[in-house]
């Protein structure tokens, strides 16, 4: 049998809509917006990929099988909750997280003043340093429905390293 490496990398992607009157917490920071993710919990589409990112490296199912969406209890959860059961899922199978590196994707709203608070929140919550953690902003130039403003997506990788 050959050895595995004591390290993983795992994939994450997440998109919501973008509605009027909803809250816009990103990375567990209340970002000031006329527009906000719609989902069935906070909507923190940020906090969403990133959790996905390491239950995937961990091998491990996806936020919706830790959190169905059609858990009533579920409404309106703050989804730091979310990533660090991932954390803690992943730290059960023996995974400790390297790093996190998030793209948001999106015309609006404005995110670069907020990134170094999103860095430090998305770092506590995840139980790493802040330079553990990237987070980079960019639009789809006017194209889709994301272009439009019409949705937020984040794509994000996560590596974890053997305890
Ligand atoms: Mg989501």
């Known amino acids: 049998m050959s050895a595995t490496p004591p390290f993983r990398i795992g994939l994450g992607y997440d998109i919501h809509p973008l509605v009027a009157g909803r809250p816009c917490i990103l990375g567990g920071v209340h970002i000031p917006s006329e527009v906000g993710p719609d989902g069935h919990s ?42 660090a059961r991932a954390v803690q899922e992943a730290g059960r199978a023996g995974w400790k997280i390297g790093n996190l590196d998030l793209v948001l ?20 919550i ?19 429905s994301i272009g439009q403003g019409k949705a937020l997506a984040v794509q994000a990788v996560c590596l974890v390293f053997a305890l």
């Open 42 to 83: 906070d909507a923190d589409v940020l906090l969403h990929a990133a959790a996905d990112a390491v239950l995937g490296a961990a091998g491990l199912r996806d936020i919706g099988h830790y959190f169905p969406n059609t858990d009533p209890s579920l409404k309106g959860m703050d989804s730091a909750v979310i990533l």
């Open 105 to 124: 994707i999106g015309e609006r709203p404005k995110v670069m003043a907020h990134v170094e608070a999103m860095k430090a929140s998305v770092a506590k």
């Open 126 to 144: 995840a139980g790493i340093q802040p330079n553990q953690v990237g987070i980079k902003a960019t639009t789809n130039e006017g194209m889709d």
